[in-house]
C-alpha cells in the first residue's frame, strides 16, 4: 500500500462572513415583530449588551454605521482640522480617510516589526506644536505597546484613540480592549470578529466624546439618540456641529446581539486554535516568520506572516494555484498619492510591505482546510 498522494488542491477562502439561522431570524423578527427599521430599541440593545459585554457603562457605547465611521466620529471629537495624528502608516486606509475627514493631518510613523504596533520612538521625533493625538492601531487585534503608548501620550499631552477594528473580544492587561483608557474604535464589518451587516461602534471613558458622537451620527441633531430609543424624532432642534448619516440600524443591530453571543464560546475558541495550529506546523519553515501575539489574550482577526528572501509574490501565486487565497495587510499608507505619494520614507514598514501575506483564518474554515494550507506552504519550501 503507498502512500495517499498529497492533496494538491482545496479552495480555501482568506475570510467570510459567518452567519446563519440565528442572524436571520433576528432580522426576521426586527421586520415582522418591530417593523422599525432605522436606529431604535434594537440598536439600544446591542449598545447596553456591548457594554456589559466590555463591562463600561451603557453611556460609554455609541454604534454607527461602521468602523471607519467610529474612527471618523472620535477623531472630530477629539481635535480640530489641522491638528496632527501620530499613527502607524501600515493600516487599512480606512484609519487614515477617516482621520483626514475631518481635516486633521494623519502624520504616518513607523511600525515594531515584531509585532507591526506603532514605533513610539519614531512618533516621538514626529511630535510637533500641532500634535494632539496618537492613533494606535491593534494590528491582526494584537495591542503590543499599549501600555507604553498610554505613558507617552501621557508624557506629551495628547489623547488616545484606538483603532481597534481588528481587537473586538480581546483582553489586555487583565482587561477588556475597549474598557480602559481613553477611546476605541471598533468594526464589526462583515469579516471581523463579530459583525452586524456592517456596522461599528465608539467606546470612551469620556462622557464628551460620546456626547458628540451620538449627535454626530444623527446629522448634529443634538440629543436626537434620546428621542429616537424611544421610538420618536426630535421636530424641533438646535445643530451645532458638523454630523453624518451614521447611525447604526435596527436590522443592523440584530445581526450584531446575535453574533456577540456567539462570540467567546464559538469564534473565539476556533481563531486562536487556527492562529495557534498555523504556528505549530509552521515553526520549522526558516522562510517564513510569524509576529508577536498572546493568544491566551488576542483574538486573532487575521494571521499576517513575513515571507523572507523575497519570495512572498512566488508563494502567493502558489498558493493561489492550489486554491488558497491569501491577503496583504496593507498597502502602507504613505505610499497613496492622497497621504504624500511615498515623499517620506519609511524603510520598516516598506520592508514588511514588501513580505507581508496573510493566510485564510476564519470560523468557516475547519482543520483539513488549515492543515492543507500549511502543508502547500512547506510544499512550497521544500520543507
Ligand atoms: C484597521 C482598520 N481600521 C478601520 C477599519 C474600518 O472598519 P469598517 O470596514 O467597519 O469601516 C478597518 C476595516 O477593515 C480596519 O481594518
Given at each position: 500500500m503507498g502512500e495517499k498522494p498529497a492533496e494538491k488542491f482545496r479552495a480555501v477562502r482568506l475570510s467570510r462572513s459567518i452567519v446563519g439561522k440565528a442572524e436571520a431570524d433576528a432580522v426576521s423578527a426586527v421586520i415582522l415583530?418591530?417593523?422599525?427599521?432605522?436606529?431604535g430599541k434594537e440598536v439600544q440593545s446591542f449598545e447596553r449588551e456591548l457594554a456589559e459585554y466590555l463591562g463600561?457603562?451603557?453611556?460609554a457605547v455609541c454604534c454607527v454605521n461602521t468602523g471607519t465611521s467610529a474612527v471618523h466620529l472620535a477623531v472630530q471629537a477629539l481635535t480640530r482640522p489641522g491638528d496632527e495624528i501620530l499613527v502607524q502608516?501600515?493600516?487599512?486606509?480606512a484609519t487614515y480617510q477617516a482621520i483626514s475627514a475631518t481635516g486633521a493631518v494623519p502624520v504616518s510613523c513607523e511600525v515594531l516589526?515584531?509585532?507591526?504596533?506603532?514605533d513610539l520612538a519614531d512618533a516621538e521625533k514626529k511630535i510637533t506644536k500641532k500634535t494632539k493625538a496618537v492613533l494606535p492601531v491593534h494590528y491582526a487585534g494584537h495591542a503590543g505597546n499599549l501600555a507604553e503608548i498610554y505613558t507617552f501620550a501621557k508624557r506629551h499631552n495628547l489623547r488616545v484613540i484606538e483603532d481597534a477594528a481588528h481587537a473586538f473580544g480581546g483582553d489586555y492587561d487583565g482587561k477588556k480592549?475597549?474598557?480602559?483608557?481613553d477611546t476605541a474604535c471598533f468594526s464589526f464589518d462583515g469579516?471581523?470578529?463579530?459583525?452586524?451587516g456592517e456596522g461599528g461602534a465608539v467606546v470612551s471613558s469620556d462622557p464628551a466624546v460620546i456626547s458628540a458622537a451620538k449627535d454626530a451620527r444623527l446629522?448634529?441633531?443634538?440629543?436626537d439618540t434620546e428621542n429616537r430609543f424611544k421610538g420618536a424624532r426630535s421636530w424641533e432642534f438646535d445643530v451645532t456641529r458638523q454630523g453624518y448619516r451614521y447611525h447604526m440600524s435596527n436590522i443592523f443591530a440584530a445581526i450584531g446581539r446575535t453574533q456577540l453571543r456567539r462570540?467567546?464560546?464559538?469564534f473565539a475558541p476556533v481563531r486562536k486554535r487556527q492562529v495557534a495550529d498555523y504556528r505549530e506546523s509552521l515553526?520549522?519553515?526558516?522562510?517564513i516568520k510569524f509576529f508577536e501575539t498572546d493568544l491566551k489574550n488576542v483574538v486573532p482577526h487575521i494571521i499576517p506572516v513575513r515571507v523572507l528572501n523575497g519570495r512572498r509574490d512566488a508563494l502567493r501565486e502558489f498558493l493561489k494555484n492550489a486554491g488558497v487565497e491569501t491577503g496583504i495587510?496593507?498597502?502602507?499608507?504613505?505610499?497613496l498619492s492622497l497621504y504624500?505619494?511615498?515623499?517620506?520614507?519609511l524603510p520598516v514598514t516598506e520592508m514588511l510591505y514588501g513580505e507581508l501575506l496573510t493566510l485564510p483564518m476564519h470560523p468557516g474554515l475547519n482543520d483539513d482546510d488549515v492543515a492543507f494550507v500549511s502543508e502547500a506552504v512547506k510544499r512550497f519550501f521544500d520543507v
Open positions: 415583530q418591530d417593523g422599525y427599521l432605522g436606529m463600561v457603562s451603557p453611556d502608516s501600515l493600516t487599512f486606509v516589526p515584531e509585532s507591526v504596533t506603532i480592549i475597549g474598557s480602559f483608557g469579516i471581523k470578529n463579530i459583525t452586524s446629522l448634529g441633531v443634538e440629543k462570540l467567546d464560546n464559538e515553526a520549522g519553515v526558516a522562510g495587510h496593507y498597502k502602507p499608507n504613505h505610499l504624500g505619494g511615498g515623499a517620506t520614507s
